[in-house]
């Protein structure tokens, strides 16, 4: 689940941890939308105290101009919903 997101990169929460410095592909679900396929680099991954969880931080690096747009257009979705729900 990601639980926050910007241009560069995006924080997950995940029952496993995962290893650092690696680099990934990484489909992100829209709903009623085509899922996001980005490259990213594993930064952290740190348990959350009390809990079973870690939060595990990508740095987004795309690899061409189509996933760099992609992902911009999927970065400013989230902040406009965001913004409709301040608004409501």
């Given at each position: 689940m990601i639980v926050d997101v910007s241009l560069g990169g995006f924080q997950t929460r995940s029952r496993e941890r995962i290893p650092i410095d690696q680099s990934l592909v990484v489909?992100?679900?829209q709903a009623g939308a085509t899922p996001v396929e980005?490259?990213?680099?594993?930064?952290?991954?740190?348990?959350v105290k009390n809990s079973e969880l870690f939060a595990t931080g990508f740095k987004v690096k795309p690899e061409n101009d189509k996933e760099?747009?992609?992902?911009?257009n999927y970065v400013h979705s989230v902040f406009q919903e965001q913004g409709e729900l301040l608004t409501r």
């Open positions: 489909m992100v679900g980005v490259h990213v680099e594993s930064r952290y991954s740190i348990e760099r747009v992609q992902w911009v």
